[in-house]
């Protein structure tokens, strides 16, 4: 049993006959009274983030996850199907658990997901936190508009869009940030 100095960010608990993921957390000491323990909750199954307090030094209960190498190979309905590199076997993740990210998802695009240790029911996707897209549909900007950070849309590959610099052309590859969804860099 762990107690709450063993918090941190990425850690899944079971609170509340469910499982959670603590998104964010914060030791608060005030001047009066005793420490405690502030943290956002995100439950795994339904996404939606909570917030709780715990008195310092109060129990929590960790749960043993691992990491599995996967690579996507295709959707079926609401379903998408991952195959593990090490088995070879097809694991099948809810939309739930993939939707953020599908406007990044390639057909062989690697990537870990979190398991429970004891079962191996997958709990969380650990996405890239860059992926390199194709820009499929570019519009040349319009010349002569320098006043101000001049950006244009493209289209790219999954059917993402979003803001570039005008000098983007299509196919070319672009790294894109896949927790705010915009332009980085262009790829080599």
């Known amino acids: 049993m762990a107690n709450t100095a063993d918090i941190r960010n990425g850690l899944v608990i ?8 603590i998104v964010e957390f914060q030791h608060v000491k005030p001047g009066k009274g005793g420490a405690f323990v502030r943290a956002k909750l995100k439950n795994i199954k339904t996404g939606r983030v909570i917030d709780n307090t715990w008195n310092a030094g109060a129990s929590i209960e960790p749960v043993a996850m691992r990491h599995k190498q996967i690579q996507y190979l295709y959707s079926n309905g609401d379903e998408y199907v991952f195959m ?37 029911i997958p709990v969380d996707l650990d996405f890239p936190g860059t992926v390199i897209l194709e820009v499929t549909e570019a519009y040349d900007a319009a010349r002569g508009d320098t006043a101000g950070a001049v950006t244009k849309e493209v289209t790219m590959e999954t059917g993402l869009q979003i803001q570039v610099p005008p ?22």
């Open 14 to 21: 079971e609170f509340k006959n469910d499982l959670y993921k």
């Open 84 to 120: 593990d590199n090490d088995t070879y076997e097809q694991l099948e993740l809810t939309k739930e658990m993939v939707e953020p990210y599908l406007p990044y998802l390639l057909e062989n695009m690697e990537m870990q997901v979190l398991c429970r240790e004891e079962d191996g």
């Open 167 to 188: 000098f983007i052309k299509q196919g070319e590859k672009l790294k894109i940030d896949t927790k705010t969804g915009k332009y980085l860099e262009r790829a080599n």
